[in-house]
T-cell receptor, first 111, second 115 residues
Framework: SQQGEEDPQALSIQEGENATMNCSYK?????LQWYRQNSGRGLVHLIL?????REKHSGRLRVTLDTSKKSSSLLITASRAADTASYFC???????????FGAGTRLFVKA | EAQVTQNPRYLITVTGKKLTVTCSQN?????MSWYRQDPGLGLRQIYY???????DKGDVPEGYKVSRKEKRNFPLILESPSPNQTSLYFC??????????????FGPGTRLTVT
C-alpha cells in the first residue's frame, strides 16, 4: 500500500501546549498537505508544502518536509480546545493524479 | 458560495440492492474524487476523474463504479453492495493542472450501512 503513516495515532494535551504530528510516506511526491477533520465531517485543507520547500508557516501552524527521509511534521503552537480534531497528511504523487492520505492523528486539547 | 454537495447523507440498505451516491460541485473544478473512510485506515481513494469522460481507479475501486458525464457531477455507484462497503464516503474536488492548486474541497460525507 502507498498509504502514508502518521504518528502518534492519538495525542492528548493541555490548552496552551504545542502539538506535533508526524507523517511518513514511501513514494515520490509533488507536494504534501495537511487536513483537519472535525468528528465525521468533511476534511478542511490547512496547509500545503511543495517538494522543494523545507518549512512553511500559517498562523499557529508550522509544517516541515524532509524529502530525504520522506517525512513531514505539523506543529500546532499554543493549542486551544477548538483545535480538538483529527489531522491527516495527504500527498499527491508526482503524476499529480492520485492523492494518498495518512491514517490520521486524533488530537484532544483539554481546556 | 463554493460548495460540494453529497446525497444522501445517510443510507441504510441491504446486500445486493443497487445504490447511487451523488456528488455535485459548483466550482467548475476539473478533478473530482471519491474516498472511503474507515476507522484506523484514514481515507482511501476509490476513483478519481480528471475531467468529463476521464476516470481512473484509485487504491480501492473493487465493487464501485463511477461516471463523469458532466463537469459538475460525479456519482458513485454500488451495483451490488456488500457489508464490507459499510463506510463513510467523501467526495472531493480540486482544480487540475500540473502546477496546482492542489487544495481539495470535501463534501459533508455520506454514511452508508449495508446489512
Amino acid at each position: 500500500s502507498q498509504q502514508g503513516e502518521e504518528d502518534p495515532q492519538a495525542l492528548s494535551i493541555q490548552e496552551g501546549e504545542n502539538a506535533t504530528m508526524n507523517c511518513s510516506y514511501k513514494t515520490s511526491i509533488n507536494n504534501l498537505q495537511w487536513y483537519r477533520q472535525n468528528s465525521g465531517r468533511g476534511l478542511v485543507h490547512l496547509i500545503l508544502i511543495r517538494s522543494n520547500e523545507r518549512e512553511k508557516h500559517s498562523g499557529r501552524l508550522r509544517v516541515t518536509l524532509d524529502t530525504s527521509k520522506k517525512s513531514s511534521s505539523l506543529l500546532i503552537t499554543a493549542s486551544r480546545a477548538a483545535d480538538t480534531a483529527s489531522y491527516f497528511c495527504a500527498f499527491i504523487n508526482t503524476g499529480g493524479f492520485k492523492t494518498i492520505f495518512g491514517a490520521g492523528t486524533r488530537l484532544f486539547v483539554k481546556a | 458560495e463554493a460548495q460540494v454537495t453529497q446525497n444522501p447523507r445517510y443510507l441504510i440498505t441491504v446486500t445486493g440492492k443497487k445504490l447511487t451516491v451523488t456528488c455535485s460541485q459548483n466550482m467548475n473544478h476539473e478533478y473530482m474524487s471519491w474516498y472511503r473512510q474507515d476507522p484506523g485506515l484514514g481515507l482511501r481513494q476509490i476513483y478519481y476523474s480528471m475531467n468529463v469522460e476521464v476516470t481512473d481507479k484509485g487504491d480501492v475501486p473493487e465493487g464501485y463504479k463511477v461516471s463523469r458525464k458532466e463537469k459538475r457531477n460525479f456519482p458513485l455507484i454500488l451495483e451490488s453492495p456488500s457489508p464490507n462497503q459499510t463506510s463513510l464516503y467523501f467526495c472531493a474536488t480540486r482544480a487540475f493542472s500540473g502546477q496546482g492548486p492542489y487544495e481539495q474541497y470535501f463534501g459533508p460525507g455520506t454514511r452508508l450501512t449495508v446489512t
